[in-house]
C-alpha cells in the first residue's frame, strides 16, 4: 500500500532557482495539502484543495504555486527560491472533515 | 482565524511517571486530531476525537476533547521511553467556502529520561 508518495526526499537549491515538488495519493481522497515544518513553528499549511481542480491559500503561501493536476495527484512549485523557504515538506490527503490526514514521508529542501 | 496552540512545547519526563499534554483552539470546532513523530520521520495518526466529550485511549496514552471549553488534552500514563517522540494536536475548520483545512499546534517534544 503506498499512500501519499512524495518525491524527491532530499533538494538542495541555489537561491532564485526553481523547483517543483510532487505529490501522489492513491486512496481516492478528495482533498489534498502541502505543509511546511520548521523548528518550534509546528505545522503550517501552505496551500490545499479541496477536490480536483480548486486550491486554495493556507496560512503561509507566499512563494509558493501548486496545481491539482488529477484528483491523485498535487505538486507544490517554488519559483524563485529563497533561504527562506528552507524546510521540510509534507503532502498530505484525506477525506477532509470526517477523516485523519495521511502523510507523505517529506522532502527536505535546503535553499543555499 | 484558527488558531491551534500547544504546552507544554518540550517536556522531559522520568519513566513511570503521568503528565498531560494541552491543545486549545479558538474557534469553534467538533473535530480534533493527535499526531505523533519520531525524529526524521513522517506524522502518524495517533487519536481522532469527533465530538464533545470523546475520549480515546491507546496503550498509555489518553486523548478527551471538550468542545465547550475548545481544549484537548494528551494524557500520559506511567511514561516509558517508547513514548519519546513530538505530537501534534489539529484542528479542522471548515472555510466560507466549505471547504476543510486542517490547522496545527507548534507540537510537544517529549523526552522520557531512564
Known amino acids: 500500500n503506498a499512500g501519499v508518495t512524495q518525491t524527491p526526499k532530499f533538494q538542495v537549491l541555489k537561491t532564485g532557482q526553481s523547483m517543483t515538488l510532487q505529490c501522489a495519493q492513491d486512496?481516492?481522497?478528495?482533498?489534498m495539502y502541502w505543509y511546511r515544518q520548521d523548528p518550534g513553528m509546528g505545522l503550517r499549511l501552505i496551500y490545499y484543495?479541496?477536490?480536483?481542480?480548486?486550491?486554495d491559500k493556507g496560512e503561509v503561501p507566499n512563494g509558493y504555486n501548486v496545481s491539482r493536476l488529477n484528483k491523485r495527484e498535487f505538486s507544490l512549485r517554488l519559483e524563485s527560491a529563497a533561504p527562506s523557504q528552507t524546510s521540510v515538506y509534507f503532502c498530505?490527503?484525506?477525506?477532509?472533515?470526517?477523516?485523519?490526514?495521511?502523510f507523505g514521508s517529506g522532502t527536505q529542501l535546503s535553499v543555499l | 482565524e484558527l488558531k491551534v496552540e500547544q504546552n507544554p512545547l518540550f517536556l522531559s519526563m522520568q519513566e513511570g511517571k503521568n503528565y498531560t499534554i494541552y491543545c486549545n483552539y479558538s474557534?469553534?470546532?467538533?473535530?480534533l486530531y493527535w499526531y505523533r513523530q519520531d525524529p526524521g520521520k513522517s506524522l502518524e495518526s495517533l487519536f481522532v476525537?469527533?465530538?464533545?466529550?470523546a475520549v480515546k485511549q491507546e496503550g498509555r496514552l489518553m486523548a478527551s476533547l471538550d468542545t465547550k471549553a475548545r481544549l484537548s488534552t494528551l494524557h500520559i500514563t506511567a511514561a516509558v521511553h517508547d513514548l519519546s517522540a513530538t505530537y501534534f494536536c489539529?484542528?479542522?475548520?471548515?472555510?466560507?467556502?466549505?471547504?476543510?483545512?486542517?490547522?496545527f499546534g507548534t507540537g510537544t517534544r517529549l523526552k522520557v529520561l531512564a
Open positions: 498530505a490527503s484525506s477525506e477532509a472533515g470526517v477523516e485523519k490526514l495521511f
Open positions: 486512496m481516492n481522497h478528495n482533498s
Open positions: 484543495s479541496a477536490s480536483e481542480g480548486t486550491t
Open positions: 474557534t469553534t470546532s467538533d473535530r
Open positions: 476525537l469527533l465530538s464533545n466529550g
Open positions: 489539529a484542528v479542522d475548520g471548515r472555510t466560507t467556502s466549505g471547504t476543510y483545512k486542517y490547522i
